[in-house]
């Protein structure tokens, strides 16, 4: 098996696989993502969700409130379908190609994260009994971000004679809705509104602009058919198609290549259309082998950043490249734009951003390529304004407040008590700034972009919370766990805001000793009395404490409400949110996903290892998974307490969600966080990786599944591989400077190589 190549056989019409493979063998670049379709198109009857998307690039939409209280959304931007780019119908002697006819004596489909393409090969034995193998070639380019390729092959087996090619570029797209299910869109209107379509040689070129938002976008396409013996392009109301006709001979492929370039009027200014043209012309210069050749040099650089590999279950070890892949493929490379909870595979969650990013993404993009991290923290940056706009609706004379799901910043919630409410995203935004510069060292970007973040968002927490018998408490939010809402003192919440709170005075003090303090106060007006305040609050959070359990309580009441009834609910009842009322669900003690446990995951030094432990046994016996970001903190919090076993189920759990559809919405795209949680659950958890402001804490371990595993991480200047077998850890300095690191907490300097024993047992903590 090879780890890097996802390789699907044989083909079968059950509806909801076809989805669920448009989302696996989608081909994007984090600026333009474009499903697995089918390039023939399907039959009348089977639902497919035929998408190109922009990242970023987006519409405004009605929310209609039934109740439209003060500071309701009542509007939300959503990701546009921007147009038909991948369509080409195929013509074998007469005879349409269609999987859905004729036989199919073999077909594969192929991811190669390598190459950077995917690959669908069929044999095909039309009605008539005439046979043809067809090879499909997509590729999203890394190199030229707006450039996306098919190269189709097409050679007869045992017939001569002449096929058709009909390539569609069209305007006349709508995005996919299902108003069953509040994880997808509800939109149903036109988006895209055809300008003006025209063609020029051999290229076509559609404009188009957006209903409500005021962007607009053009796409140019090219198609090169070398041994077309006619050639003819039709013009449509809202289309063109360029036809072209070659003799084809048995066993000799006939080639058609077709160049698209997407340009939005947000990276590329008001005329967008001559951007397109000038970037196709300086596509077709050049042979699709050459860009092939480009894309795998990219490939290169970052499979040897990234340098992860795990030896004993090769099954794994492709899931684990899969979804370091997936991750590349969807994160924006740019400010404008930042990593949506389905990447660009797909519609689910309309194209949105979450915290996601910054607690699952970010982590992986800080050791690997920590450009990319900055550019995700940038994109906070420049949504600032928004932030603290949304904090003033919510009726926050100062500070800033994140929208909880948004694309340009506003928010995009209509459920403020899963929404809204969740004020722990503005603790989020500033661990991920806190963990990319103990990685970085960057100082220079603290000081001219995220030191405003962290004393914006800590001016909203001493706005919400309030003092109270001696503890600063934060009332009426709602914590990661959303089948618990509008609570007060939500663990996790209360150590975001103390951590934000105490880094924002830690960064007071590192940019006054840089000499770099003056501007941030001319842009923010911080004072030293608010830091001070800033600094009794962290040290005065309530964190709370169970004395008859010795855990943490999720918060206040939540250990008063009875245990949901788990032995009689039925598995067709999962997950909740889709068969009960939020309100009834929140009256009981039911988790979807990881809360407390997140909490102690990434603040644990404030708690005791035997509360840590107490809590997650607690907690995992009342938590449902239903949510996708949930396993992989478990496996991770399983590794941290030595319970090797637990923490490989939901690490492989993690690894196959999408590549098994177990959540059955990969259709709806692939779940792009999850994929940074199995990263964190190597590196973070078998690893014991934790990066705090005193320097690298590690803690490996090997669980009885695997023999190896290794990774590289950056640190500053250096270069570092981990590499772990069964009984020893290895870390070598690949480049760079000496660096400091504590394993088991003993402290080294890495220079050259260092080895360590592994420690066996249950609590390697302790040690």
């Not at 991811?111 to 999203?140: H, I, N, Q």
């Not at 559609?206 to 090219?222: E, K, M, P, R, Y």
């Not at 966080?673 to 371990?701: C, E, H, Q, W």
């Amino acid at each position: 098996m090879n780890s890097y190549v996802l390789k699907k056989e044989g083909f079968s019409c059950d509806q909801e696989e076809l989805l669920a493979n448009e989302s696996l063998f989608h081909t994007a670049n984090g600026y333009l993502g474009v499903r697995g379709c089918f390039e023939e198109g399907y039959p009348e009857g089977i639902k497919s969700i035929r998408g190109e998307y922009i990242n970023a690039f987006y519409d405004i939409v009605p929310m209609p409130q039934a109740e439209a209280l003060y500071g309701f959304p009542t509007q939300k931007q959503v990701i546009v379908n921007t147009c038909d780019t991948q369509s080409i119908s195929i013509e074998l002697d007469g005879e349409p190609f269609s999987l859905f006819n004729g036989t199919i004596l073999s077909f594969s489909r192929e991811l190669d994260m390598k190459r950077g393409w995917s690959v669908r090969r069929v044999l095909w034995v039309s009605p008539k009994g005439k046979t043809t193998e067809l090879t499909f070639v997509r590729m999203a380019s890394f190199d030229m971000l707006p450039l996306f390729t098919i190269q189709v092959l097409v050679e007869p087996k045992d017939w001569s004679g002449l096929v058709r090619f009909s390539s569609l570029h069209s305007g006349e797209v709508s995005n996919y809705s299902n108003p069953d299910d509040p994880r997808v869109g509800d939109a149903t209107h036109r988006m895209v509104l055809t300008d003006r379509i025209y063609s020029d040689s051999s290229i076509s070129v559609i404009t188009a602009h957006i209903a409500s938002s005021g962007l607009n976008f053009a796409s140019a396409v090219g198609v090169s058919c070398p041994e077309a013996i006619e050639a003819e392009c039709q013009k449509e109301p809202e289309a063109i198609v360029s036809q072209y006709a070659v003799n084809a001979l048995a066993g000799k492929p006939s080639e058609l290549i077709k160049y698209a370039v997407h340009c939005d009027s947000r990276r590329y200014g008001d005329d967008p259309a001559r951007s397109a043209v000038e970037l196709l012309k300086k596509a077709l210069q050049s042979p699709v082998e050459e860009w092939y050749q480009r894309q795998a040099g990219y490939l290169e650089k970052f499979w040897n950043s990234a340098g992860l590999e795990i030896e004993g279950d090769e099954s794994l070890a492709l899931s684990l490249h899969f979804g370091l892949f997936q991750l590349l493929q969807a994160v924006g490379k740019d400010a404008c734009s930042s990593i949506a909870a389905k990447g660009l595979s797909g519609e689910g969650y309309e194209g949105h951003y979450f915290w996601d990013t910054e607690m699952y993404v970010v982590p992986f993009f800080s050791l690997t390529m920590p450009e990319i991290a900055k550019n995700l923290i940038n994109y906070r940056y420049e949504t600032l304004p928004q932030a603290q706009q949304h904090a003033r609706i919510m009726g926050h004379q100062r500070g800033a407040l994140y929208a909880w799901r948004t694309i340009q910043g506003e928010e995009c919630s209509g459920y403020y008590p899963s929404g809204s409410a969740q004020y722990h995203i503005n603790g989020d935004v500033v661990f991920a700034i806190v963990q990319y510069y103990l990685v970085s060292k960057d100082i220079s970007f603290i000081a001219e972009k995220a030191a405003e973040i962290v004393f914006e968002t800590a001016r909203l927490w001493m706005d919400v919370g309030s003092w109270h018998d001696g503890s600063f408490r934060i009332n009426c939010v709602t914590g990661p766990d959303e089948y618990t809402c509008l609570v007060n003192n939500n663990y996790y919440t209360n150590a975001g805001a103390k951590y934000n709170l105490a880094w924002a005075a830690k960064f007071y003090h590192i940019l006054e000793d840089s000499q770099m303090l003056r501007l941030v106060q001319e842009k923010t007006g911080i004072t030293k009395d608010e830091i001070d305040a800033f600094e009794k609050a962290a040290d005065g959070m309530l964190l709370l404490f169970d004395e008859e359990r010795g855990i943490n309580p999720q918060d206040d009441t939540f250990l008063e409400k009875e245990i949901w009834d788990f032995a009689n609910t039925p598995k067709s009842h999962y997950p909740l949110l889709l068969h009960y009322h939020p309100l009834y669900i929140n009256r009981f003690q039911v988790c979807k996903q990881a809360d407390t446990v997140l909490a102690h995951f990434i603040h644990e030094d404030y708690q005791t290892e035997a509360v840590m432990r107490r809590s997650y046994d607690y907690y995992e016996k009342i938590t449902t998974h239903d949510s996708s970001l949930s396993s992989c903190i478990f496996g991770i919090m399983a590794a941290r307490l030595g319970e090797q076993e637990k923490a490989f189920h939901y690490f492989s759990e993690s690894l196959n969600m999408d590549l098994d559809n177990t959540h059955h919405n990969t259709g709806d795209g692939l779940h792009i966080a999850n994929f940074g949680g199995t990263y964190m659950g190597l590196v973070y958890g078998f690893a014991g990786l934790r990066i705090k402001d005193d320097g690298l804490y590690f803690r490996p371990s090997m669980p009885d599944g695997l023999t190896t595993y290794r990774f590289r991480f950056r640190y500053g200047k250096s270069l570092v591989e981990v590499s772990v077998k069964k009984s020893r850890a290895v870390f070598r300095m690949l480049e760079g400077e000496a660096i400091s690191l504590q394993v088991y907490g003993k402290a080294y300097v890495l220079e050259d190589e260092i080895e360590v024993q592994l420690y066996r047992g249950i609590d390697n903590s302790e040690r």
